[in-house]
């Protein structure tokens, strides 16, 4: 298949959400229809001992949430889908922003009682500013939750967003009939069961007198009712406008009982975009151009608990990336052949000869690799760079176990490369302090490092208020500030430095006393 057709069925989307809004599940179900498990189990359900597919960490398994971004790739009827499942939990929320970069798309999953939440606002915020084409499924219908046309009214208002229902249910919690697929002008009913397709009567339009047989006279008239009110407040669906990342289709249903799954699925693999152009610092780099080129936007530690071994996940950007083919490392200047490339159904790995645009690829790591990192075929192209935030939280990590000091050290720094926190190294007592963006890293990071290294670390109290990197062209001022600040001098993992503030009044004044330095909360710069 000619290189341009295979980039048109492919579609690359990121699953987003709030925690608990039913994700994983949507996730899980959208690999049922494309064959590839056979079972969905449901995440939280202990009849069915099969955790969730995406979740494949330990910890994944006995939290019930998603710490890390978990990669699926399907054949779905014509096209190929990649699904990349984020964590929902705000103290992951930079693996999410990280892999916002790699998708074409989105899909936003809102709870029908809960609405939009904080992370989903913030999630909306990323998307808009990339514009990130979204699509919406409201979930967990078959439970209590509020009006459809409220929830269409708080979705725009929060994200910020115009909407359009392209499907509507009949009735809600207990009562919920099914949904009316106002795309394809079809009639689905619900029947609670999570592994079975709930059945779909086909008819001419809305005032088909089979729409009165399926679900009752009464249901059947507020429906039409409900349908008249959409087509007269909300404009017809432009998809133009979707694609621009202006207009956001609503999709409703049930994950969990794998209702309005089919139909989300079904209408996206038609309107959502294939793989785009990517903005490199030289160039807009175009998917069907000849020479290929790549950029890393995640690294794994241990997907395979038995070798101690590292992937990055690699998204191609422009031609076809072929096995064993050398490609250039931009920043290293070298070139590197990869023999075990691999394609991932989650924790399932698979040997790919070959890839296209909008595939995920992973790459055995040995250490050539960091978050950002560009591979080309040849050309010197480098993919804009993926940044770190300042982190909110800090913590000095301690050995434990002085018998474990070398296994301590190599969990320490492959779990820094996979960005799940940050390193700093304080440059007066040399200690070491780990800054997360939220509790649970620290909870994450110390559960790897006993299960996955064999090293027993323990937190210390430290009082910081932020880290912010800095630089400045007067080196005279630069020496300066670091022997006044010496105490709350600290070295990144790449050997930047970075001031670690000890309060808002702290970092106010040392902007103010020393001007000829730049201060910076991101270490994009």
């Not at 152009?277 to 530690?301: L, N, Q, T, W, Y």
Request: aromatic fraction near 10%.
């Amino acid at each position: 298949m000619a290189l341009k057709e295979e980039i048109a069925r492919r579609r690359t989307f990121a699953i987003i959400s709030h925690p608990d809004a039913g994700k994983t599940t949507l996730t899980e179900k959208l690999l049922l229809f494309g064959g590839a498990i056979h079972i969905a189990g449901a995440v939280k359900s202990n009849k069915i001992k099969k955790t969730a597919t995406s979740d494949w960490m330990e910890i994944e398994k006995q939290r019930g949430i998603s710490v890390a971004t978990s990669v699926m790739g399907f054949n779905y009827g014509d096209y190929k889908i990649n699904i990349l499942d984020t964590p929902g939990h705000q103290d992951f929320a930079e693996d999410t922003y990280r892999t916002l970069t790699a998708v074409d798309s989105v899909i936003i999953v809102v709870d029908v009682a809960k609405g939009v939440e904080r992370q989903t606002r913030k999630l909306m915020e990323v998307c808009r500013m990339r514009n990130t084409p979204v699509i919406i499924f409201v979930n967990k219908l078959d439970r209590e939750g509020r009006d459809p046309f409220d929830i269409l009214d708080e979705l725009e208002s929060e994200l910020k967003i115009a909407v359009r229902p392209l499907s509507w249910p009949i009735n809600i919690g207990e009562k919920f009939k099914g949904v009316y697929n106002i795309y394809e002008h079809s009639l689905d009913l619900f029947t609670p069961d999570k592994q079975r397709v709930s059945e779909r009567v086909e008819i001419d339009s809305v005032d088909d007198p089979r729409v009165d047989e399926a679900v009752g006279e009464k249901d059947a008239s507020k429906l039409r009712e409900d349908l008249e009110l959409i087509e007269g407040v909300y404009p017809e669906f432009d998809e133009q406008a979707y694609l621009r990342g202006e207009v956001a289709p609503v999709f409703f249903g049930s994950a969990l009982n794998t209702f309005g799954v089919k139909e989300l699925l079904d209408c996206f693999v038609k309107i959502a975009p294939a793989p785009k152009p990517v903005m490199a610092e030289e160039r807009e780099v175009k998917p069907d151009e000849e020479g290929f080129s790549g950029f890393v936007f995640k690294i794994h530690a241990n997907m395979d608990p038995n070798h101690r071994s590292c992937i990055a996940f690699v998204k191609v950007c422009s031609g076809k990336f072929e096995r064993n083919a050398p490609y250039k490392h931009m920043r290293l200047g070298k070139s590197l052949k990869f023999a075990a490339p691999t394609a991932f159904m989650a924790q399932k790995k698979s040997i790919v000869d070959e890839a296209y645009p909008g595939d995920i690829v992973g790459i055995p790591d040995t250490g050539n690799f960091k978050i950002g990192d560009t591979l080309t075929s040849g050309e010197s192209i480098h993919y804009k760079g993926l940044p770190s935030f300042s982190p909110e939280m800090f913590k000095y990590i301690e050995n434990a176990d002085p018998m474990k000091s070398k296994q301590l050290d190599k969990g320490i720094q492959q779990l820094m490369d996979e960005g799940v926190a940050q390193l700093f190294t304080n440059q007066f007592n040399g200690r070491r302090i780990i800054g997360t963006v939220g509790q649970l890293q620290f909870e994450v990071i110390q559960y790897r490092l006993e299960h996955e290294y064999g090293a027993q670390c323990r937190w210390e109290p430290i009082s910081l208020y932020k880290a912010c990197w800095i630089e400045s062209d007067d080196d005279e001022a630069l020496a300066a500030f670091k022997k006044r600040k010496h105490q709350f001098m600290a070295t990144d993992k790449e050997g930047r430095d970075v001031f670690l503030a000890d309060s808002n009044y702290v970092l106010q004044m040392a902007q103010s006393d020393f001007p000829k330095i730049r201060f910076h909360f991101s270490s994009e710069f």
